[in-house]
């Protein structure tokens, strides 16, 4: 089972990191960063870098494909190199599917027309405009149509056990799960929009680059 995760500049790394935790442990899954050219490829924060062992070229039929999200999004959702893939492969992959602001470039390479898809909550509105239904819910799927997005960031962990259930079955994602001792008990209860306080969503608008 081939695994792709195109990453590029600017991406944010539990994006790609936390579905990776996740798929990799899926047996017989071989799991590969690509980008548009072979090399590193650093964070938002620019304090790590991922390395692209193959060229997006070089892998053209995976049969999953997980789209992390990052600022970086935003420079490639008119990049046909990027785009063209994504339509390509998923001609024939058996899952397309994306974390946080991934589902801009889903959308923006047409194939989330029409169809409810999910993003970090600062970007429903940019998915709107690519033609998507955005929905605030933690993970949405389309099995008719192989397509799964995730929320911001911490939700691609929830997205790739629930399409490691889909892949391999109920009860290998619950031993991934456990495996990673996925149990999260945050220390405060303002992981949305809707529950923290007017504050802490305010600075988290006015420095999204950095929080967000």
């Known amino acids: 089972m081939k695994i792709a995760i195109p990453i590029f500049d600017r991406f944010t790394a539990l994006d790609a990191v936390g579905p990776y935790e996740v798929l990799s442990r899926v047996p017989g899954a071989t799991v590969s960063f690509l980008a548009a050219e072979r090399g590193p490829k ?8 991922l390395t692209a062992d193959l060229a997006l070229d070089e892998l053209t039929d995976p049969d999953i494909v997980v789209v992390p ?21 998923h001609q024939t ?34 998915l709107a405009e690519y033609g998507a239904i955005p929905v605030s819910r933690r993970v949405v799927e389309h099995p008719d149509k192989r397509i799964i997005t995730a929320a911001g960031v911490s939700a691609g962990i929830d ?43 305010e600075l988290v608008r006015n420095n999204a680059g950095r929080l967000a």
Do not use: N
């Not at 650093?42 to 870098?49: D, S, W």
């Not at 999200?69 to 046909?80: H, N, P, S």
């Not at 945050?186 to 949305?192: I, V």
């Open 42 to 49: 650093r964070t938002e924060t620019a304090m790590l870098a």
């Open 69 to 89: 999200g990052g600022y970086g999004t935003r420079a490639l959702a008119a990049d046909e190199r990027i785009l063209g893939w994504l339509r390509q492969a």
């Open 93 to 126: 992959s058996a899952w397309t599917t994306s974390v946080c602001t991934g589902s801009l470039l889903l959308a923006a390479a047409g194939l989330l027309d029409g169809l409810e898809a999910t993003s970090h909550w600062l970007a429903l509105d940019a």
């Open 159 to 201: 997205m790739a056990l629930t399409l490691a259930a889909r892949i391999a079955g109920d009860e290998l994602a619950q031993a991934i799960q456990l495996g990673i001792e996925y149990d999260p008990e945050p220390p405060f209860d303002s992981g949305l929009p809707a529950k923290a306080s007017t504050a802490i969503v």
